[in-house]
Each structure stands twice: as C-alpha cells, then as structure tokens.
C-alpha cells in the first residue's frame, strides 16, 4: 500500500473527502436502502422560506453535516458503544428544494422522507426552519399507520399557530396542521423547553383543547430537567406505538446556540438537551427525527452546528447501543 492509499475517505478529517454525515456512504436510491438493510438514513431539507425572522436555515444541513472532527468507526463515551459497526447508517442526501417554491417544497420533502421511511431505515431530517417537520412527520405517520406515531417536541415555541401573517405554511404552524389534518393525535403531542412571549393565550387555549401537552422552561426550573424528560416520556408512550422527535434548536439557551432565526434567552444547556435525547431514544421506538432552525450566518465559531451536529450523533449512538447493548468498558453508561 503507497502513502496515497494510507487512509480511506473514512477516516480523513472532517474538512477533507466527502461531505456526508461523519462522511457515511451516500444512498440516494430507496430500493438501495432496503437493499442493503439500512437502519438509519440521514437526509437534508434546505428550506427556509418559512421563517418569520431572521432567515439562514436553508444553510443548516450542510452545516450540520460540516461539524464534526472525529471519523471513521465511534467509540461513544456517554452512551460506552460503538456507533457505525454496530448499526447500519448512511446519508440520503437532500431533498430536492428550490428556491421561491414553498410548495413545491413541502411536496419533495415528504416525498424523500417518505422513500427513506418505507425503506425500512429511520429518517432523521436536517433543516431548514421548523416548517419542515410537517412533511416530515406526516410522511412518517403515512408510512407507519396503522400504528400510531406521538411526537415529543422540543422548542421555545409551541409552533401551533393557525397561521403567520395569514400564512397557514410556516415555522410557527407545523404542529397545528399535523393534528388538525390528523396525522398525529394532539393528546400525543409533547412539547418541552417552552418560554417567551410567543404564542398568545388563545393558541394555548386551542392546545389544550387538542389535549396536548407542554413542559415549559418555568417547569424545567422547579423541578429539574431529569423530572420532566422522565414524564415526558411517559406521556409521549401513553398510546403511540412510535416516536418522532423533533428538535429546534432553539430550546437552547443562545449563549450556547447563537446561529438560529429566532432565538429566546433562558433556554436549555447543551448536556440536558443531549441527556434528554439519549434518554428518549432508549426508551422508545424512534420512527424518525429531525433537527431544525440552525441559522449558520448568525452562528458563532460554528457551535450551533457542533451542538445540533451532537443531538443527531447522540440519537445514533443510542440506538446502536440499544439495539446490542453497551459494549464492555470501564466507567458507566448515563
């Protein structure tokens, strides 16, 4: 072997070879996907031409899938398992988006998400704003029926508007039009992190009614994170068969995710985010996830993309460790 084939694409550094997901082999084909037993497909949604702010997410997944640092065959220290030779992942590519087609856009979205989820592999979408997890879960749920998918949600917002400026397809209205249009039961809604001054009382009112449920950061700070993550999970598996997560970045606090459009002070801290996530992975049958609203030209030192890089890395490596336990090592599993 020459110098020149010392090392396979695999195991260069991030910022040479391959742009994919911890440069993961790319499958674009769905039947190549069933194929080859896929277990989990890492897929993009450049879109954000539903923002109602500051604008950028359309940059997200490349970002995402940029930051990183340490390649080839993972050794997860929190979760003490190897990662890709214990379950079998790959990256999807993007949805085929173009600008100035909104809708156009929600149609190709759920499409891919949709190949990719009746390929038997999970999905776990990069955005793009939070507009994208209505096809997203929509397209998991079609898959999935007749079992039944819950979602546990985590945002500084609700996102249950009726609509933005008369816009019924935005950011902030995803969640309302999946239970509206039936994809998903409001009672199976979980929403953790919400803060702010967004949305008013009336939209609360409209929850409640759909009996959704919401841990909001007030909750998070009297009772601890550990308590919460604990009941939301319990409410998310009250009657769903499965469950989608969905991460806005911004539930954290900006001092540790400054690159989103919206972002709210008083958030989560990176570890009770990560915790939680491997949390919930363990517990449940994850259908599919998605991490949205990194804006990387508000971002600084690229840590948002770091972070929201970690939330899709650590649901990974929870479901690797899940699926054969955690391999032998000393120090012990969170």
């Known amino acids: 072997m020459t110098e020149y084939d010392e ?6 550094p991030g910022y040479t070879g391959s742009s994919t997901f911890q440069k993961l082999p790319q499958v674009l084909d769905e039947k190549a996907l069933a194929t080859m037993g896929a277990e989990v497909a890492v897929l993009g949604a450049p879109f954000d031409e ?10 997200g997944p490349k970002a995402i899938r940029a930051a990183f640092y340490v390649t080839g065959d993972l050794w997860s220290i929190q979760s003490q398992t190897e990662v890709f030779n214990r379950i079998r992942c790959v990256d999807a590519g993007d949805a085929p988006v173009v600008p100035s087609r909104p809708e156009r856009a929600m149609r190709v979205i759920r499409e891919k998400v949709r190949r990719v989820a009746g390929s038997g592999a999970i999905p776990i979408v990069l955005g793009g704003d939070h507009s994208i997890s209505y096809p997203s879960i929509a397209a998991v749920s079609e898959v999935r029926s007749p079992r039944k998918v819950g979602v546990v949600h985590f945002d500084a917002h609700a996102d249950t508007a009726a609509d933005i400026w008369g816009a019924p397809a935005s950011h902030g209205t995803p969640m309302r039009r999946l239970i509206t249009e039936g994809w998903v039961s409001g009672r199976n809604f979980v929403q953790v992190g ?3 001054y967004w949305p008013e009382k009336a939209t609360f009112e409209w929850m409640r009614q759909q009996g959704m449920r919401w841990h909001p950061m007030t909750e998070i700070e009297e009772r601890g994170p550990e308590a919460v993550i604990q ?3 319990s409410e998310a598996l009250d009657g769903p068969d499965l469950i989608y997560l969905s991460v806005d970045i911004d539930v954290l606090d900006p001092s540790v995710a400054p690159g989103t459009g919206t972002p709210e002070p008083g958030g989560l801290q990176a570890r009770e985010l990560l915790r939680a996530i491997r949390q919930i992975v363990r517990r449940v049958e ?7 609203e990194v804006s990387p030209p508000y971002d600084h030192a690229e840590i948002t993309a ?4 970690r939330c899709v890395l650590e649901a990974i490596s929870s479901l ?7 391999a032998a090592s ?3 599993p969170p």
């Open 330 to 332: 000393v120090g012990s």
């Open 194 to 196: 919400l803060r702010g």
């Open 231 to 233: 009941d939301a999970i």
């Open 50 to 59: 539903g923002t109602s702010n500051r604008p950028g997410a359309r940059f």
């Open 320 to 326: 690797a460790a899940k699926k054969t336990g955690p």
């Open 286 to 292: 994850l259908a599919g996830m998605d991490v949205v």
């Open 7 to 12: 090392f396979p694409d695999f195991e260069l």
């Open 306 to 309: 770091a972070v929201a890089h």
